[in-house]
């Protein structure tokens, strides 16, 4: 089982089996469910850890066009073929970011849930240019949005008081509710920052890219490490968490 690898350990999953497509799919991992299901809206639709709603994922991409920057979240899941693991189930999406005036987009996105933990491993694979003119795909985003009890209107940040560059996370909390709802990058690629200001929550989770798209073609991004969303009830219960998949960097590069 995944927590028994020692510290360093990697774990090399056997052969792919043959992938399902699905319309709906709901992963449960260690008393957290993330429910995905096609059509308009975010890329995880809601998060739930013992019965406390926590929130919803959504993929985005950091955009310049022409020389101006955008944040352009994806708002519809396209495709998703879903492939049993040991231990583990594993989604591949396909998420769109469709407007008439901005540079549209569509891009692919690697999920697993693994069984024995309340983690969900992210990981965006592609991103391809839908508009007529190109851009550069400055990084990859993802976005864990609170909404804790059902409404983000109290949710605070958590986490870690002071930025810690060797631990990579970020949490939001509800004063009332607890519940810890955020995203953890146990080794380099990912930079991990929740905060709030301008009045709105910004969870945001990044991975470099720099890469200028053509219009029309699609770019493959260098395999890095996965990105970990989790979902607890307690609102410190990321200490021991981070803790326990600090050692397992190599795990990220290993994984499907």
């Known amino acids: 089982r995944i927590r028994t690898l020692a510290p360093g350990a990697a774990w090399t999953p056997p052969a ?9 799919i709901v ?7 993330w429910s995905m299901a096609l059509g308009a809206g975010p890329l995880v639709r809601a998060v739930v ?14 955009q310049i066009v022409g020389g101006a920057a955008a944040w352009s979240r994806a708002n519809r899941v396209e495709s998703m073929m879903a492939f049993d693991l040991p231990e583990a189930t594993m989604v ?4 769109s970011y469709q407007t008439p005036t901005g540079a549209s987009y569509r891009a692919g996105v690697r999920l697993i849930g693994v069984d024995d933990e309340p983690v969900l491993l992210i990981r965006p694979l592609w991103y391809e240019n ?7 795909l400055w990084s990859a985003f993802i976005f864990c949005d609170p909404a804790i009890g059902g409404d983000g209107t109290d949710d605070v940040p958590g986490g870690p008081a002071v930025p810690n560059y060797y631990r990579q996370l970020g949490a939001y909390t509800d004063p009332a509710l607890g519940g810890a709802f955020g995203a953890f990058g146990p080794q380099g690629g990912w930079h991990v920052s929740f905060s709030d200001f301008d009045g709105m929550h910004h969870p945001d989770a990044t991975f470099g890219v720099e890469q200028a798209i053509p219009a029309g073609e699609r770019i493959e991004l260098v395999q890095g490490p996965y990105l970990l969303a989790f979902g607890v009830t307690g ?3 990321w200490r021991e968490l981070s803790q326990r998949w600090l050692p397992l ?3 990220q590069i290993a994984a499907p």
């Open 49 to 62: 850890a013992d019965g406390l709603a926590l929130g919803s994922v959504s993929a985005a991409a950091h």
């Open 130 to 136: 839908l508009s007529d003119r190109p851009w550069t």
């Open 27 to 33: 992963l449960r991992t260690a008393g957290t469910t």
């Open 249 to 251: 960097g190599q795990l």
């Open 235 to 237: 609102a410190d219960d």
């Open 92 to 95: 591949d999406a396909v998420v």
């Open 16 to 24: 792919r089996p043959a992938g399902r497509p699905v319309d709906e």
